[in-house]
């Protein structure tokens, strides 16, 4: 049977079984046992598990971070959305920079246009997070929410 323990500096383990005498001698001072550990959202308030449920903005935020696309997911999604027909998509989904997005070019410096095609052009899996998209949701007027949807976010 499983035993919690939990030491203010320390904070929270368990063990699979009570540990002999002579290991728990060895626990720092101030440990004290406590029931196991319901779920990883609840944390020790010195005298009962308490569930802190996670800041749902802090949630999206980092999600945000890690979200990513196959390129040819991501032209899908840009078909979803009217900003690329068919025939654009599948050849933006080979690394060639959409006709329908020619006007997304002028909306960038010519320095800037340059690099975003060269890094469609090798880029086989893009960021949510990544400047390009982010510009793109801007010249295209899509929310963040249908930015999110086409990443994947499904809110909790």
Known sequence: MEHGYFHPDR?????TNEPPQ????????????????PSGLHEWNGTAWVEV????????????DTASLPKAEFCTGLIGLGILTTDDAVSASR?????????????LTPEQAAQV??????RTTIRRMNTFVLTLASWASLTDAGVDAMFGWVAP
């Not at 449920?53 to 945000?64: F, H, I, K, V």
């Not at 690394?95 to 909306?107: S, V």
């Open 11 to 15: 904070g929270y383990w368990q063990t």
């Open 22 to 37: 002579h290991i728990l001698d060895g626990y720092p001072e101030g440990t004290v046992y406590v029931p196991v550990k």
């Open 53 to 64: 449920l996670p800041d749902p903005a802090e949630t999206l935020a980092a999600w945000r």
């Open 117 to 122: 095609q060269i890094e469609w052009a090798t």
């Open 95 to 107: 690394g060639n920079w959409p006709d329908a997005m020619a006007g997304f070019l002028t909306y």
